[in-house]
């Protein structure tokens, strides 16, 4: 019976709706359904296969969808309607790792892949457990996109995540379930309980140049390049929008893996965390299971064989159908990758060879001077659109004047340009045979571009700033910007083109005025709708309720980033506690001497940063900003100062080692320095504990041979972290 034959018997007859027998045939043909399109959508995303005609596949899917909307109860979490699209999201959940994300150290050539294979040929040789020192090596391209952790449990997709700092990531699951390469169930059998895959999320090149034509014509911005296109397109709250977007996922390893009642028996030792003997071998595995996985990974029997690839895909790079930006070297056993171990945040297993930067030749057309947060003059060049390294650049970095004579470049020099990676375009030299009569010599302007208030180079510095300050819009717009930004005062939906208008049409003079916008002043924007200007004044009233260290960055003094904000108000405790140090800073009195140096004993803070304190405090108008601020609301607890004799750890040195699973390097840093102890680089007699991650070595070894406690990552959060408050 068809489905919407099925359908219309339970319509034409509600009592039929309960009965057994229509559910049954329903609920039969639904699953069969589910099965079919799934089959469907592999064959035609992943084996780029189709074994259905386009109109069939439409009218299955029609079929689909009318029986999930008569029997909701049925739908599964492997349907693929579930594919267009969930409800959108306020925000995205955090999600930790179980298994880091690790990035990989780089090799730019052929002396460092030898010296990479030699390295870990010494290691295992030293390694009394291994007898072999044979690699083969697995190479494959890397693929130049965005990092994702997908989970299946009993083979259904449960959880996607973003890299985020390699610890913990923003859980993107309704989005990653609206790419077609990414199976909502696993196919075939023998899968774990518990099977994470790790891969690229990408935008081909030819769908870039579509989705960029489609952007175009409907007068929206384009995208700079397909990794930012696929970046944006993952970290849109609405998945509706994401489900637009032509995205690729090509699976290239495996994370977290856990076989429970059925485990592998083959190798004792890897059985239960990974899904085969060896990394290529999982990738086939994985492309049975359903994934998409690269057509170009290929195995060799040694580090001159595997070199030999770079050359051939460096020729195959322009026809590839996709961005590369270097080739992944990993040696194929697992292990032989568990003997190698990790170093901090990178395998010792595996390395990118990055392929060299591209260049271009081009004419320097112009000079921009453009004016940033602290009234930094930076030259950029406008120059002859060129593409180069798979983008058209027409604009490049001068940085500063030094920079400037250092390449001593003119307007209208013919000028080699280097785009390597994702970074900003550069001039790398200027092509002096071709220099003509007309160039002229770059001088740093008298007056800034933008409000015309004089410019000031100090001594002792590489660049020109903007004397105007906050009557300067430039550099109003841009501390609004860092205001309102995520580690700031995290405004969601205030974007850059908002805040251009909100300072253009003169609605708000400071970041306090943010704090009085009101709605129907909003809704007059371009490019806010009306629920988004009710979702900003929610998100600015959110917004109001923080900490001391966000309230101390948001207020952008030079030289004061996340870090430093962070020290000063756990050193201080308070804000006014904070203007006071600032404001004795350098104040030279005969009974007060103590006071005025007490800014520099906080960690990070020296004469430099303590001189920008000092002046930010002491004028006025800033001052006058942070009343205001606090007269619209903004709050946050101060802080409990503990004198550094009562924190726990005081006076002991620890020395962390291994890779850590739950908090990154720099967040069990910042916890035991918190706690009162150094955090050093080696074991000495005058360690006090080691807190030891899998793939710990010789200090490792150090600290056992002296007798030094060694805490393993648990032991470590249990015994400060979570007794703590
Ligand atoms: S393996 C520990 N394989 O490159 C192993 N990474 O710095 C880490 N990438 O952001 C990943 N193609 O997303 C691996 N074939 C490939 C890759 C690849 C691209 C990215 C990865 C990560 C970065 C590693």
Redesign the pocket.
Same mark, same amino acid.
């Given at each position: 019976m068809t489905a919407s034959k099925i359908i219309r018997q339970i319509l034409a007859n509600p009592l039929l709706a309960t009965s057994k027998h229509f559910e049954r045939d329903a609920k039969q043909r639904y699953s069969e359904l589910v099965q079919l399109i799934n089959d469907h959508n592999h064959h035609y995303y992943v084996l780029d296969d189709p074994i259905l005609p386009d109109a069939d596949y439409d009218q299955l899917f029609r079929q689909l969808v009318d029986i999930e909307a008569a029997i909701p109860s049925l739908l599964t979490d492997d349907s693929p309607s579930r594919r267009v699209g969930a409800e959108p999201l306020d925000r995205f959940d955090s999600v930790v790792h179980k298994l880091p994300? %690790? +990035? %990989?150290d780089n090799a730019f050539n052929d002396e460092e892949l030898l010296a990479f294979d030699q390295r870990l040929k010494t290691r295992l040789r030293e390694d009394a457990d291994s007898a072999e020192t044979a690699i083969d090596y697995v190479c =494959?391209? $890397? %693929?130049?996109? #965005? *990092?994702v952790s997908v989970t299946y449990e009993h083979g259904v997709l449960v959880r996607a995540a973003t &890299?985020g700092d390699g610890a913990a990531g923003e859980d993107i699951t309704e989005n990653v379930r609206t790419i077609k390469t990414v199976p909502l169930k696993l196919r075939g059998s023998g899968y774990p309980a518990v099977l994470e895959v &790790?891969g =690229?999320i990408y935008i081909s090149s030819a769908d870039f140049i579509q989705l960029n034509e489609r952007a175009a014509s409907n007068d929206e911005k384009q995208f700079v390049n397909p990794r930012n296109a696929a970046a944006g397109s993952l970290r849109q709250l609405d998945p509706k929008i994401t489900a637009q977007r032509p995205l690729t996922m090509?699976a290239? +390893?495996t994370g977290f893996v856990d076989y429970q009642a059925t485990p592998r028996t083959s190798n004792h030792k890897i059985a239960n965390n990974h899904i085969a003997d060896t990394h290529y071998d999982s990738i086939q595995q994985l492309a049975e299971w359903g994934f998409f996985t690269?057509s170009e990974i290929t195995r060799f029997s040694s580090i001159d064989k595997a070199i030999g690839f770079c050359s051939t895909l460096a020729a195959l790079r322009p026809s590839l159908s996709y961005e590369i930006d270097g080739i #992944?070297f $990993?040696v194929d056993s697992f292990l032989l990758q568990a003997e190698l171990g990790f170093v901090s945040r *990178?395998?010792r297993w *595996?390395i *990118?060879y990055k392929f060299p930067a591209e260049e271009a030749i081009t004419q320097l057309n112009s000079i921009e001077w453009q004016v940033g947060r602290t009234g930094a003059l930076t030259p950029v060049a406008k120059l002859e659109p060129v593409f180069v390294g798979g983008v058209t650049v027409s604009n490049a970095t001068l940085h500063n004047i030094d920079e400037i004579q250092r390449l001593d470049v003119r307007v209208g020099d013919t000028v080699v340009v280097r785009r390597a990676g994702d970074v900003i375009p550069q001039i790398a030299r200027v092509i002096i045979e071709e220099r003509t009569t007309d160039a002229t010599a770059i001088k740093v302007p008298t007056q800034c571009s933008v409000c015309q208030s004089p410019v000031l180079r100090l001594d002792d510095e590489a660049v020109t700033r903007c004397t105007g300050g906050l009557l300067c819009s430039a550099q109003l717009k841009e501390a609004i910007k860092h205001f309102v930004s995520r580690k700031a005062m995290d405004v969601d939906g205030l974007g850059d083109k908002i805040v251009d208008q909100l300072v253009e049409q003169k609605l708000i003079l400071t970041v306090a005025d943010l704090y009085s916008l009101e709605l129907n002043v909003l809704a007059g924007l371009e490019r806010l709708a009306d629920k988004s200007a009710s979702n900003l004044i929610a998100a600015l009233e959110a917004s109001k309720s923080t900490t001391l260290a966000k309230f101390l960055y948001s207020l952008g003094i030079r030289e004061v980033g996340e870090t430093t904000a962070k020290n000063l108000a756990n050193h201080f405790g308070s804000l006014p506690a904070i203007i006071k140090a600032a404001i004795a800073y350098g104040f030279e009195s005969d009974d007060d001497h103590s006071n005025s140096e007490e800014l520099i004993n906080v960690d990070d803070v020296g004469p430099i940063v303590a001189k920008h304190l000092n002046a930010f405090f002491s004028l006025e108008r800033n001052l006058e900003v942070i009343i205001a601020l606090q007269a619209a609301g903004l709050n946050w607890p101060d802080i409990d100062v503990k004198s550094a004799d009562q924190l726990p750890l005081n006076g002991q040195t620890w020395v962390l080692t291994g890779s850590l699973e739950t908090l990154t390097r720099d967040q069990a840093k910042a916890q035991l320095e918190s706690l009162g102890a150094k955090v050093a680089g080696s074991v000495s007699k005058k360690t006090h504990c080691v807190v030891a991650g899998p793939g710990a070595g010789s200090k490792l070894a150090k600290a056992e041979s002296l007798g030094i406690e060694v805490l393993d990552e648990k032991g470590f959060i249990e015994r400060f972290l979570l007794t703590n408050d």
């Open positions: 994300m %690790l +990035s %990989l =494959e391209p $890397k %693929l130049d996109g #965005v *990092a &890299r &790790r =690229e090509c290239y +390893s690269n #992944v $990993k *990178a395998p *595996a *990118a």
